[in-house]
């Protein structure tokens, strides 16, 4: 059977091969910086569509008002800064186990969690589709968008695969 996700030799996530693994172009952490400085004013915004799409999953079954969204939306944002702030500090991956534990012991699936992580991104790319008009600078950060949320969903699946 093949290896889905590696970790390190302690069981937690192998950051580092992620970025060797996802990191296109090699400059990430710088890109993920500038991205940050750019799209950082929307980060609630962001941290509100993971919530809304989350709590739209048949697996929760609390209700969520927008004044719980704004709640949980800031619980969040200190993650999504973090991720994109220092995308190349295993923080938010520490961070990330934590959610992933948490959701499982729940009952929720690991779908329930990435759906968000979708929504979350798909808010980052409305930002920044809003702030930039060059077509090389939308489809470089574009590109670092992707790269940041495949490293992320890639870093849940781990922890989930690790505690289950």
């Known amino acids: 059977m093949a290896s ?11 950051l580092a091969r992620s970025l060797r693994l996802y990191d296109t172009g090699g400059d990430l952490p710088r890109r993920a910086e500038e991205l940050w ?5 929307d980060a609630k915004e962001m941290a ?7 709590a739209r999953s048949p ?4 209700q969520f008002d927008e004044s ?11 993650f999504i800064h973090s991720k994109f702030e220092h995308v190349e500090r295993a923080d938010w991956t520490i961070q990330a186990q934590d959610y992933v ?4 012991a729940a009952g929720l699936t690991l779908s329930t969690l990435l759906v ?14 809003s702030r930039l008009t060059d077509e090389q ?23 989930a695969i690790t505690i289950t």
């Open 37 to 41: 400085a750019i799209i950082s004013g």
């Open 137 to 159: 600078d939308l489809v470089r950060f574009a590109r670092t968008l992707s790269e940041i949320q495949a490293i992320e969903i890639d870093c849940f699946i781990h922890h």
């Open 4 to 14: 889905v996700v590696q970790g390190t030799s302690n069981g937690e996530y192998d």
């Open 116 to 129: 968000g992580i979708n929504a979350e991104t798909e808010a980052g790319y409305v930002a920044l589709r």
């Open 68 to 78: 719980k969204i704004e709640k949980l939306a800031d619980k969040i944002v200190p």
């Open 48 to 54: 509100r569509e993971y919530w809304r799409r989350y």
């Open 59 to 62: 697996e929760v079954r609390d």
């Open 101 to 104: 534990a948490r959701a499982l």
